[in-house]
């Protein structure tokens, strides 16, 4: 049986951990753990499939902060691993959805890992942005970064200089807006300015298994500001959700997930003027 986590190691000790489970696209999902001189930081905790703490444990015998990047199935159902996680509190509604048992063994993305799904309690600390985590010789501090979700989350490493944005600021960006829990365009945008205004030194996404160049907020900005929804495309490609009510296209640069230019984001053509900000009357 192949091993369920295979980890990148990149630079000032961040281990890039593909996470078991078949998340549509290329390059599954991840999990990132941080470590410092004194403590360690996880960002997200994947599906919750097999002894992923016990993994980690192999990584590093600091002592583990964890947080999450948004409430989303392949992003915190591991989290009951764990005593206690930090989340924003304004994903806490869509996590109790998606990270459910019910949920994940219902769920195409982890046909045949149904036995090892692991389920349980656990604390959560709300995370706003501002919040500093110290481990030692580097401080991760977190900020707002609503789009793909409300609660969406970023991370800035003050050692590497590495912005991690979970699924807010990747090659492409699920943004179905208000209506499934997500939000406006203009408020995305606002969080890409956001991120700009920081000035990393490069992107660590949790479904991109390479650190991209910082530029690439300055792409997805571009994007965002020629956005015309009569040019959506569909089917979008490899996305496999259904939603009633929702109808998903994507607005995208480049030919597909193996151009490297392949840029932009999903939107839901049956309800632009929400997703566009705009007010009835």
Known sequence: MEPLFETLLF????????MPGHTPGPGRVFSTLIVGSEKALLIDTGYGIGDYKGYLE??????????????????????????????SPLDYKVADIHTSLENRQRSKDLEGYEDLLIDGTYQ???????????LGDRTITAYACPGHTEGSMMFLDSLSNYLFTGD????????????????????FYEALVK???????????????????????????????????????SPVINFNFQIPGVKPMEYTVGKDFDDPNYCGFV???????EFLGKKEG
């Open 58 to 87: 192999k990584l590093t015998d600091k002592p583990l902060i964890v947080v999450n990047s948004h409430g989303h199935i392949d992003h915190a159902s591991g989290n009951c691993q764990f005593k206690e996680v930090w989340l």
């Open 11 to 18: 630079d000032h000790k961040i281990y890039h951990t593909k």
């Open 195 to 233: 991120a700009e205004s920081l000035n990393c030194a490069g992107i660590i996404a949790a479904h991109v298994p390479y650190i991209m160049e910082p530029s690439w907020i300055q792409k997805v900005k571009g994007i965002v500001e020629g956005f015309d929804p009569t040019k959506g495309k």
């Open 168 to 187: 807010n600021i990747t090659r492409r960006v699920v943004l179905l807006g208000p209506v499934i829990g997500g939000t406006t365009l203009p408020e």
């Open 267 to 273: 939107f839901d053509a049956n309800h632009i003027d």
């Open 124 to 134: 959560r600390i709300p995370l706003h942005e501002g919040q500093v985590f110290d």
